[in-house]
């Protein structure tokens, strides 16, 4: 069964604008984090934001803010004021409990193409 | 300030050759992993090894063989390549009970 769900296969956000993008996760796991990583043209992936099952607070990482809400088992990415170079795929990931000395598996989601319209 | 690095960045091979991929890390971080990503896909865990000197199985590990050959080295070997594993292969790792995991910048493999 897949674990993380990612609905929209691509996204367009006007420069400047905010925008939203989806992710539902499944567990039955009481401790787990979830990630968005993002992946320019170029291919290498960036990690961007993180949110563990137990914080209280929703995330934020400068113009990143990951909306946590953990009844839904939803752990969307808002990305304020995009910019052009926001253009990319963005994977939403959830952490595994931890296993052997600290390692972890992550389950990705298929991902959300971005395109910032300038 | 060189992180996760992956060698080679492409490789071509025919069906049946074998190949090692090759990854190291100089954060030294207990924890390294090896995806693939396939297209429309995510990435999806082929091996990971905890610690030197031990491996486990992700969720895709048949045809990959892995070694974690000391703490800044995890290699995954295809001993014969088949088409189905043209995919582009990521190379992780993570601090111990640390949240974020660094990537390398990817090997893109081709299978003909």
């Known amino acids: 069964a897949q674990k993380i769900t990612q609905t929209q296969p691509g996204m367009f956000v006007q420069e400047k604008e905010a925008v939203t993008l989806d992710c539902t996760y499944d567990?039955?796991?009481?401790?787990?984090?979830l990630f968005w990583y993002k992946q320019p043209s170029s291919g290498e992936m960036i990690f961007l934001i993180y949110?563990?099952?137990?914080?209280?607070q929703n995330a934020t990482e400068g113009r990143y803010s990951l909306n946590f809400q953990k009844a839904r088992k939803s752990a969307n990415l808002v990305i304020s004021a995009s910019q052009l170079g926001d253009s990319a795929m963005y994977f939403c990931?959830?952490?595994?409990?931890?296993?052997?000395?600290?390692?972890?598996?992550?389950?990705f989601g298929k991902g959300t193409k971005l395109s910032v319209i300038p | 300030n060189a992180g996760v690095t992956q060698t080679p960045k492409f490789q071509v091979l025919k069906t049946g050759q074998s190949m090692t991929l090759q990854c190291a890390q100089d954060?030294?971080?207990?924890?390294m992993y090896w995806y693939r990503q396939d297209p429309g896909m995510g990435l999806r865990l082929i091996y990971y090894?905890?610690?030197?000197?031990?491996?486990d199985k992700g969720e895709v590990p048949n045809g990959y063989n892995v070694s974690r050959l000391n703490k800044r080295e995890f290699s995954l070997r295809l001993e014969s390549a088949a088409p189905s594993q043209t995919s582009v292969y990521f190379c992780?790792?993570?601090?111990?009970?640390?949240?974020?995991?660094?990537f390398g910048q990817g090997t893109r493999l081709t299978v003909v």
């Open positions: 990931a959830m952490r595994e409990p931890y296993s052997g000395a600290g390692s972890y598996q992550l389950t």
């Open positions: 567990t039955s796991d009481q401790s787990y984090g």
């Open positions: 090894s905890a610690s030197e000197g031990t491996t």
């Open positions: 992780a790792s993570n601090e111990q009970g640390v949240t974020e995991a660094f």
């Open positions: 954060m030294n971080h207990n924890s």
């Open positions: 949110q563990g099952s137990y914080d209280e």
